[in-house]
């Protein structure tokens, strides 16, 4: 009688410590990028994640992405021009204002240190950011 006592207590413990594993919807995880195109994070020696095989999303913070910015105040360009002799290419600069489209190159490269969501579930990875300076 004090084995089947036993046997459900730790039963019941365990039903707890699940219980609280599951009510957190997201665990942070680290790991390192070992390949693009598909992308390819080990998390740990025994544990590789795989784009392709639908367990890696990427947030836009981590990719080559264009998008629009707005100058606040003129950017002047270097001079430029010369040599002719005709006024039209003499040395001269410009102003830069508004708006213009820009392109970010912030995508995933061989050897970046990720910082990632492990979905409910853990079969699914979602990665936030690189850790450290990201170069």
């Known amino acids: 009688m004090i084995n089947v006592a036993s046997g459900l207590i730790d039963v019941m413990k365990q039903a707890g410590l699940d219980a609280v594993e599951n009510s ?3 665990n942070l995880v680290f790991g390192t990028v070992t390949g693009v195109n598909p992308l390819v994070i080990q998390i740990t020696p025994n544990l ?4 392709n095989a639908g367990q890696i999303k990427v947030a836009r913070q981590c990719t080559d992405y264009e998008t629009r910015i ?3 105040s003129p950017w002047i360009t270097s001079e430029s021009g010369g040599g002719s002799g005709e006024a039209a290419y003499e040395s001269h600069t ?7 489209r820009i392109k970010i190159h912030n995508g995933l490269k061989t050897g970046d240190y990720v910082i990632m969501g492990r979905v409910q579930g ?3 990875y979602i990665v936030f950011d690189k850790v450290g300076d990201g170069s």
């Open 94 to 100: 410009h102003q830069v204002t508004g708006q213009h």
């Open 122 to 124: 853990g079969q699914q």
């Open 48 to 51: 590789i994640i795989y784009e």
């Open 70 to 72: 707005t100058l606040l």
């Open 24 to 26: 957190k919807p997201v």
